[in-house]
């Protein structure tokens, strides 16, 4: 995105937001997305990231049958006469590069009921999953990196 349009863009989200056009109000509006702009000047410049669409298709796909699939899970856990959890915080470690990516990955986790993503490692490339269920490490594991971090790859080559 070019900066005019990311100045147009906070500048029309701000309109949008006060609900008003008056001058003050945009002259108002035209002042903090220059701020905005000169605060955020070193993220600008980032190389644009590549995105297939049809493979994002897909990742949104899986995180809906993800999504459904752990609520059931949850849902019959806690309805059950006697609960039974198992909670623990596994390391999940991840190939992805860049902290698009990762991060993406870790929201993914958090979104998706009965694990919550904890952490990020000061590498970056490790993250801290807490999971109610969290006996089977390798499986949790194995079921990311096989689900997420693989559509993530190909959504974000």
């Known amino acids: 995105m070019s900066l005019a349009a990311a100045f147009l863009a906070i500048l029309v989200a701000w309109a949008a937001l006060t609900g008003s056009l008056a001058p003050a109000n945009l002259l108002l509006g035209a002042l903090l997305a220059l701020i905005v702009l000169f605060l955020l000047r070193h993220h600008l410049d980032r190389p644009r990231l590549r995105v297939r669409p049809l493979a994002l298709l897909l990742l949104f796909l899986l995180f809906l049958k993800?999504?459904?699939?752990?609520?059931?899970?949850?849902?019959?856990?806690?309805?059950?006469?006697?609960?039974?959890?198992?909670?623990?915080?596994v390391t999940v470690?991840?190939?992805?590069?860049?902290?698009?990516?990762?991060?993406?990955?870790?929201?993914?986790?958090t979104l998706t009921p009965g694990?919550?993503?904890?952490?990020?490692?000061?590498?970056?490339?490790?993250?801290?999953?807490?999971?109610?269920e969290g006996a089977d490490r390798d499986g949790l594991r194995r079921g990311i990196a096989e689900g997420f971090e693989r559509r993530i790859r190909e959504a974000f080559p």
């Not at 992805?96 to 991060?103: I, K, N, T, Y």
Request: glycine share 4%; aromatic share 4%; hydrophobic share 50%.
């Open 66 to 89: 993800e999504l459904a699939l752990s609520v059931l899970a949850v849902t019959a856990t806690v309805l059950r006469p006697r609960l039974r959890l198992d909670p623990r915080i």
């Open 93 to 109: 470690p991840t190939t992805l590069d860049g902290e698009f990516r990762v991060a993406l990955l870790a929201n993914l986790i």
């Open 115 to 132: 694990t919550l993503t904890v952490d990020i490692a000061e590498d970056g490339h490790t993250l801290y999953v807490h999971a109610l």
